[in-house]
């Protein structure tokens, strides 16, 4: 599996901070006892701001960069890269993404603020008004002209804030999107920034999880809670430079102090639902002689060019149409046309294979549909909304969309977190 975020970043000699500093476990008691500190502090204060960093997505798959085995760590002493368990488009969030977005639902927690770039926070179900993506997103874009935020279900090609070769789709706009994701050199957004600067001056409570806190100015964030007469505390794994602001510290795993939290709290702990969703098209053409021209289009949401991730490949069959072969497409387009010799009804299966991903082995998802085929040249669609003669006329150049469906499936995680 590929790093393909760190990849994408320019080579940087000077990656500042320290890197692989050892790790620190607080002893089961220690932990303990500091779990149910954090807990009652979290119950006292009124508002929570909570600060995120690569440690949060270790247990997701994904590796971390100033670990000892991290990617920056890896890169200065010349190693191999980390591999990732996971890629950024199939990783599942973790307890502590679940947890955080539970104590969000409940309004304990009134902003996230994430130095990751890996989406998991959108994904868990923090909503976008409530996170604060300092270093940006890797499955996000924005429109320069309208400031209209897309959040696709693949990862953007690029970084640094470069053309994605996408426009927005608002009316009237028409705007070139680009990535919303910060190489070495790129200013903090400044929307994101005035927002956790707000956010952790108001709170009574910052709690920085996962993060070494070395890098400015994200790392400062969190001391604007101290500063205003609130408290701070620290989970990490490894020291951080502002281990002496902080009036609880805890080295342990993310997950393992916020499972013992929530316990204390008791606050359960949603289990991860995912959904996706594709989009399937069924249009018919006058075909002539022999009959009506069906295409079938199985695309991304997103947009009919997007990349599908999730999807491996795609099977359409007939199942009550001897004469209609059956298709197996491997690539995208996932796209199949078959002359239908007379109108009518028909009945096709459509199954989507799958990727694998760590938590869940290959499957697939099958679709059903009955359409009605208009004889050549007669689009049902298109005779509603125009005089036949027009509706000819126009079917003689264009395809008519007869269906077009929005499939949602759902990946139930297995294990409960709670
Ligand atoms: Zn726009």
Known sequence: MSLGYAEKLSYREDLGGQLGAPEIFDQDEALNANA????????????????????????????????PNGVWTMQRAGKPLPKARSSFTTAIPSLTHMAIAELVRRGKVR????????????RSGVPRDKLAELHGNCFAERCPSCKKEYIRDFEI?????KRTGRKCSMPGCKGRLKDFILDWEDALPEDELVASEEAASAAALAICLGT??????????????????GKLVIVNLQKTPKDKKAALLIHGRADEVMRAAMSRLQIP?????????????????????KGTAVEVRVSSTHGPECAMPLVRAVDICFPENDTLRPASLERQPFVVKRVMPWPGELSMRITLHLVETIEEQYRTVDHTCTVSIAAPGIPTRACSTASD??????????????EQCERVTAITQKVLYS
Do not use: Y
Not at 111 to 122: I, K, T
Not at 157 to 161: A, D
Not at 212 to 229: E, F, M, N, V
Not at 389 to 402: D, N, P
């Open 157 to 161: 090609e690029t970084v640094g804030f």
């Open 269 to 289: 702990i949603p289990p991860f639902v995912r959904q996706d969703t594709f989009l399937i098209n069924i249009a018919q053409q006058s075909g002539g002689r």
């Open 389 to 402: 003669e027009q509706a000819v006329q126009k079917s003689k150049r264009r395809k008519i969309l007869i």
């Open 212 to 229: 070494s806190l070395q890098i400015t100015p994200a790392c400062d964030l969190p001391l604007r809670t101290p500063k205003a007469g």
């Open 36 to 67: 149910q500190h954090l807990s009652g502090m979290i119950r006292d204060s009124k508002t929570v701001v909570v600060f995120t960093g690569a440690g949060i997505s270790t247990a997701c798959g994904i590796p971390d960069f100033r670990g």
């Open 111 to 122: 902003r996230v603020v994430s130095q990751n770039v890996d989406g998991l926070h959108l």
